[in-house]
Nanobody, 112 residues
């Protein structure tokens, strides 16, 4: 079955960086778009970034443009989210989504 496992979250100071990973299995990863979402406490889940099946097209929510980069390695069945210049408002649980399935999420906390 489809399985998505996120990793790489943690506690970081404002202005810091983190790299999230999402390892996928159970489907032909290279055939599908992948997405990163986040959900902050008390807020709805928000689409953060999307990437096409080849990686040639990406899209970001305005609040992360210029700071976050989504990428993928189809040989490793993994999608990444590189997050730089992190802000306290980036604090959330980050989820990857593929083929309509969700991972368990990874917590990102930006605080001094």
């Amino acid at each position: 079955q489809v399985r998505l496992v996120e990793s790489g979250g943690g506690l970081v100071q404002p202005g810091g960086s983190l790299r999230l990973s999402c390892a996928a299995s159970g489907f032909t990863f290279s055939n599908y778009f992948m997405k990163w979402y986040r959900q902050a406490p008390g807020k709805e889940r928000e689409l953060v970034a999307s990437i096409s099946h080849t990686g040639g097209w990406t899209e970001y929510v305005d609040s992360v443009k210029g700071r976050f980069t989504i990428s993928r390695d189809n040989a490793k069945n993994t999608v990444y989210l590189e997050m730089n210049s992190l802000k306290p408002e980036d604090t959330a649980v980050y989820y990857c989504n593929g083929l309509g399935n969700w991972g368990q999420g990874t917590q990102v906390t930006v605080s001094s």
